[in-house]
């Protein structure tokens, strides 16, 4: 397998292990999210002011797909209730699990590509005062959030739900990296281009002249202006013998800002691509919002039609918030240029402000958004573009051309001649996808990696698999970095097993990722080849195929992505988590970890309990709870930690089930504090079940409360899904 995943600064490698290929179809998801069957296209539509239009039905519409009509199989109109932010969010759980397929209708997926390789300081403060009005009242819990800086610092996502104070603290991280010349010497990226690529002889002349004007002694003959033919940059003999050399620093110059422009294009360009493409494969209305100050567009490139295939592939189209506010007078028009500009030269000048922003502009426009500019506050922009998505519509329809032909198909979707609102249309706007790549049989296969890095990147989680997934913080491995598991577990049942020689053979890859809100990225994956035996098989229907995974981590918030690729079948399951790693040299205790299976250990050695995700145990079973403690404050004669600790577990109706009074916790010789306590919930009818613990430092007097959920269920019958 390929390295996975791909984030806008760096790619890292990760290790994987052989195994034996399986033939699946090629992944027509890449081509057509929504597979041959049924074209699915979230349409909004706005009135004369811009707000969107609800309450309209599905004979209010009419599609077509190259002109021909195409009839509407499905319909549903969806109403998002306006953002609020809350006091207090829920607590997070212990475990994720991705969600069952089919069925629900997902909430709203909001992209926002923060270009802070491109805002300079005072940019981002405006941008980011934007966001913070944005995630209190135009975002809802139900909501989906992808936040990504163009320099890599960070790539997160989440549902609000589950992840709203981590998006809020992110953005107040966030800042404008680019600091602005003011010279009138420098030459712009737009200018470059002109000059280096598409040699106008134009650009190059007022290039010159704004150098000269820096130079007032220096008088140049006037030169033709046409096409550059390369003697342009030689240096040139004036009267009296003096030598000027502004054409060859004209030259120079523009030559080092192209090449720099387009490391800075490519590497926005391939960032936009990359979390466009994380968006796919889900349903529900998807916006990208790309925060910058704008880009010039280089027609040599190829990333632009990329981008915009990669919007077209995930039914997002590209909202381009330009963050330069009210524009000012170019520099050479400024005072601090000490010739005034030629009046030719002017309208050259003004063109800078357009040029400069060219680029993003294309991009909203061939992928369907639109372009807000000119504002010195941002916030009303962002509001727009999160009302429209307020109110939308999905239709899907089966296209009556079935060919497999790869080609692109043009989608038009019109209000019906014949609508209920027929009457009350004045200058409505439709707002849809314009088209997708149908598949292609035969065609060169994708990437078959393409589609685990596009999860592992992606805020949501896929259903094709069930997965689930835990994380526990252990102890400190080393100076400020704390061991933590990643405990990941998929359920097997509806694995395409094939028989040989009395075992069941499978094959699934495996990628985890973990990501620090400072941007910081860990990687692994493998792959697992499976020859169960049918008592073993058993058992994994029952309890789900286990990995686990262990890193170090920083103190801080992390988000950790299990993704779980069948290879038969090319079915992805995913789930991501939260992990809080506190900070070291305080008194804590480690996740607890609840299990009902224990390692087997030598004589003597104290229990360890075998890591597993599940909280769904038998009744009647033997379940046990491990933690460790940290930071006890350690006696003055004695040099060692005294510490207690005590739990009860709670039924579903509020009753004891069981109790251990806080009873000494003995240390070992190093003063390390490890407790494993187990329980028989024999006379336990199924249900939910919390424990509720208190660890307490004896010797300061500080105490830590923990709570924990565990479902019982019926001995007789196993366990599906979570």
Request: glycine share 10%; with cysteine; net charge neutral.
């Amino acid at each position: 397998m390929r390295a996975f995943v791909g984030l806008c600064a760096a790619v890292a490698t990760i290790a994987a292990t052989s195994a034996v290929d399986a033939q699946r179809p090629p992944d027509q998801a890449a081509r057509f999210p929504s597979a041959v069957e049924e074209v699915l296209v979230d349409v909004v539509v706005a009135d004369r002011d811009g707000n969107p239009v609800g309450s309209l039905v599905r004979d209010d519409f009419a599609v077509a797909e190259d002109g021909a009509p195409q009839t509407i199989l499905s319909f549903e109109a969806v109403e998002v209730a306006p953002g609020a932010a809350r006091d207090q969010l829920a607590p997070l759980p212990a475990v994720s699990a991705n969600p069952a397929a089919g069925g629900r209708t997902p909430g709203r997926t909001f992209l926002v590509l923060f270009d802070d390789l491109r805002l300079g300081p005072a940019q981002g403060e405006g941008a980011k005062r934007a966001l913070r009005d944005f995630l209190r009242t135009r975002v809802n819990d139900a909501d989906n959030l992808l936040l990504v800086t163009t320099s890599g610092s960070t790539w997160w996502g989440a549902r609000v739900a589950d992840g709203r104070d981590d998006v809020e603290a992110l953005v107040e991280g966030l800042r404008g990296r680019f600091v602005a010349g003011v010279s009138a010497e420098s030459v712009s990226d737009a200018e470059a281009f002109r000059i280096e690529v598409q040699r106008d002889g134009e650009t190059f002349e007022h290039v010159l002249r704004r150098y000269e004007r820096m130079a007032p002694s220096v008088t140049a003959p006037p030169r033709q202006v046409g096409m550059l033919d390369g003697t342009e940059c030689q240096p040139r003999k004036l009267k009296g013998g003096d030598v000027d050399t502004t054409p060859q620093l004209v030259c120079e110059a523009a030559q080092t800002a192209h090449s720099q422009a387009v490391a800075r294009l490519r590497a926005t360009l391939s960032c936009l691509e990359r979390a466009l493409g994380a968006l796919g494969g889900v349903r529900g209305r998807k916006a990208a919002v790309l925060v910058s100050p704008g880009f010039y567009h280089d027609t040599e490139l190829d990333g632009f039609r990329r981008v915009v295939e990669a919007s077209r592939r995930a039914n997002a189209p590209v909202y381009f918030l330009n963050a330069t506010g009210l524009p000012d007078l170019p520099a050479e028009m400024s005072a601090q240029v000490s010739q005034p500009i030629d009046p030719g030269d002017v309208s050259l000048a003004l063109r800078e402000t357009t040029d400069a922003a060219a680029g993003a502009e294309v991009i909203a426009s061939d992928t369907g958004g639109f372009v807000i500019r000119n504002r010195n506050d941002l916030t009303k922009g962002l509001r727009r573009i999160a009302d429209e998505a307020r109110r939308y519509y999905l239709i899907g329809y089966t296209p009556t051309n079935a060919a497999r032909d790869g080609k692109y198909r043009k989608i038009q979707v019109k209000l019906a001649p014949a609508g209920a609102a027929a009457g009350n249309r004045n200058g409505w706007e439709i707002r849809a996808r314009r088209g997708y790549y149908a598949p292609k049989e035969g065609g060169a296969p994708r990437d078959k990696d393409a589609p685990v890095r596009e999860a592992l990147a992606s805020p949501f989680d896929l259903a094709g698999l069930p997965v689930r997934l835990a994380a526990y913080a252990l102890e400190e491995k080393v100076p400020g970095r704390t061991r933590c598991l990643i405990v990941g577990e998929v359920d097997v049942q509806s694995l395409p097993f094939r028989e040989e020689e009395g075992r069941a053979l499978a094959s699934l890859d495996f990628a985890v990722t973990t990501t620090s809100r400072e941007g910081n990225v860990t990687e692994h994956a493998q792959r697992v080849d499976m020859k169960l035996l049918p008592e073993t098989r058993a058992r994994l229907v029952r309890d789900w195929y286990r990995i686990t995974h262990e890193v170090e981590l920083p103190a801080g918030v992390h988000q950790a992505r299990l993704v779980v690729r069948d290879v038969a079948t090319g079915r992805i399951g995913s789930v991501g988590h939260r992990i809080d790693i506190p900070e070291s040299g305080s008194f804590r205790i480690s996740t607890p970890l609840f299990s009902d299976a224990l390692e087997p250990v030598p004589k003597g050695t104290p229990p360890r309990l075998v890591p597993i995700a599940r909280r769904e145990f038998a009744a009647g079973t033997r379940v046990f709870l491990s933690l460790d403690v940290f930071g006890a404050e350690r006696g003055a004669v004695s040099g060692q930690p005294r510490v207690s600790m005590g739990y009860e577990v709670v039924r579903p109706d509020g009753e004891v089930l069981t109790r251990l009074e806080p009873k000494t916790i003995e240390p070992t010789a190093e003063g390390a504090l490890h407790r494993v306590v187990g329980f028989t919930p024999e006379d336990s009818g199924p249900g939910e079940y919390r424990l509720e613990g208190q660890v307490t430092d004896e010797q300061t007097g500080k105490v830590l409360l923990f709570s924990e959920f565990f479902t019982l269920r019926a001995p007789s019958r196993p366990p599906g899904g979570y």
